[in-house]
């Protein structure tokens, strides 16, 4: 508990009040310090009385890079104050202005403000402090409040053009392929088949050398995929955004996708809460390269150096610049 300036201007007024009333008699005394020394008094005591308000944090809904989210923490006090409530806002967030709200609060009351989901990663907002004071102003009181609230925001999603249908249409034929295949019968190689399916040991007893493929018995399940990303220092961001990409068009394909990066995996599986658990990793992901054996047993490899980022799938390279056109128009979470 502390003076305002506008309480030490009390006390400095008061004191020249008393310096005067030597001069010219207690009657300056009575009409200028007696009031000032009761609100002053009567300050103390009303905030130094104040319980402490409780705080209730409102989980704030993750998001994608440039969204909004709405940030809610709900006072309770025993009786009304006046206060002014600040609340931090960490890198990664932005808000228009400082979250700083001067109010009354009573009872139960929600303070709101928004902020803007600046970058990819888990962010926090807080700690909170709330500063009560009299109803004059004269005396104050600090509340401080260290708990946070976390923020996880996506990577962009980019929308992939009509021009690369081709492209896409390969990559999903590399992909799909049943859980618990079961090998059925050979056939003559066509063109756009993936060379992993080539039979080379009955292709190599061919006297006309043509290719055998293999093909299974259709069975019920999701098809799996594997996708894994990596990428060198500093390029982190164009790495997550462009496996969200992928992993999330595998998705809308009705594929089961699983994702191996640097600092941790999610097996395969399907669904929106499944593509939320995806994207969560790759908010947080970091640089990293994987090694050969996680590359080579990957389906798709998605590979960020200083010259960009590559698709690869089956030996063939896809430039992602080729694929994006934009942000995403209908991912939701």
Not at 210 to 228: K, P
Request: charged letters at 25%.
């Amino acid at each position: 508990m502390r003076l305002t300036r506008r309480g030490w201007a009390v006390v400095a007024t008061a004191g020249g009040a008393v310096a005067l009333s030597w001069r010219f008699g207690p009657r300056a005394l009575n009409a200028v310090v007696v009031p000032l020394v009761v609100v002053l008094l009567a300050g103390l005591v009303t905030v130094g009385r104040t319980d402490r308000p409780r705080v209730t944090r409102q989980p704030v809904a993750e998001g994608f890079v440039g969204e909004h989210r709405t940030v809610a923490l709900t006072i309770e006090t025993d009786g009304p104050l006046a206060a002014t409530v600040s609340d931090a806002v960490g890198e990664g967030l932005s808000a228009a202005t400082r979250p700083v709200a001067a109010i009354t609060l009573e009872d139960e009351q929600t303070v709101t403000y928004d902020v803007e989901l600046a970058h990819r990663g888990r962010h926090r907002v807080g700690p909170l402090e709330i500063v009560v004071s009299d109803v004059v102003g004269l005396v104050e009181r600090r509340f401080e409040y260290h708990e946070r609230t976390s923020v996880l925001t996506y990577p962009r999603v980019h929308e992939v053009g009509q021009g690369a249908a081709d492209e896409l249409q390969a990559l999903a034929g590399i992909t799909e392929r049943r859980e618990h295949e079961t090998f059925d019968h050979l056939r003559e190689y066509h063109r756009g088949d993936p060379l992993r399916d080539v039979h080379w040991k009955s292709a190599a007893k061919r006297p006309d050398g043509d290719l055998l493929v293999r093909e299974y018995a259709e069975r019920e399940g999701s098809t799996a995929v594997s996708v894994a990303a990596e990428c060198v220092a500093g390029r982190d961001d164009e790495v997550a955004a462009a496996a969200a990409t992928v992993v999330t068009v595998l998705l809308e394909r009705e594929l089961s996708v699983g994702l191996v990066v640097p600092d941790g995996n999610v097996p395969p599986d399907a669904g929106r809460e499944h593509h939320r658990t995806l994207l969560g990793l790759l908010a947080v992901v970091g640089a990293g390269e994987l090694d050969e054996r996680t590359r080579r047993a990957a389906d798709v490899v998605v590979r960020t150096d200083a010259h960009g980022t590559t698709i690869v799938a089956d030996d063939r390279e896809l430039p992602f610049d080729e694929l994006a056109i934009g942000d995403h128009p209908e991912v939701t979470t």
